[in-house]
């Protein structure tokens, strides 16, 4: 199973921008995806998951600017990004879970004027 992101690059402060991840070589729905991010000489840290069931969750510093969908029959995922900060800066992961975790190869999100 590979899952693969794209949609990163360079926008400006108060810009928007659009993830989206795709799954590739499984056969089940995994049952929660979502998007992980690593600030530079930072953790890596949740940025939001959505369940099967639509239900979702958010770091606090991006509620009410992104927006997590999903296609449970597709297994991708897509993050809604507005109202870019300089913070929001970092290497995005897709992230799936399904009896254990999946993750993606990074792509990275530059918010620079």
């Known amino acids: 199973v590979q899952l693969q992101a794209s949609g990163g690059g360079l926008v400006q402060p108060g810009g928007s921008l659009t993830l989206s991840c795709a799954a590739s070589?499984?056969?089940?729905?995994?049952?929660?995806m979502g998007w992980y991010r690593q600030p530079p000489g930072k953790q890596r840290e949740l940025v939001a998951i959505?369940?099967?069931?639509?239900?979702?969750n958010y770091a606090d510093s991006v509620k009410g600017r992104f927006t997590i969908s999903r296609d449970g029959a597709k297994n991708t995922v897509d993050l809604q990004m507005n109202s870019l900060k300089h913070e929001d800066t970092a290497v995005y992961y897709c992230?799936?879970?399904?009896?254990?975790?999946?993750w993606g190869k990074g792509t990275q999100v530059t918010v620079s004027s």
């Open positions: 959505i369940s099967n069931g639509g239900d979702s």
């Open positions: 992230y799936a879970w399904y009896g254990k975790p999946y």
């Open positions: 070589g499984s056969i089940f729905r995994f049952s929660t």
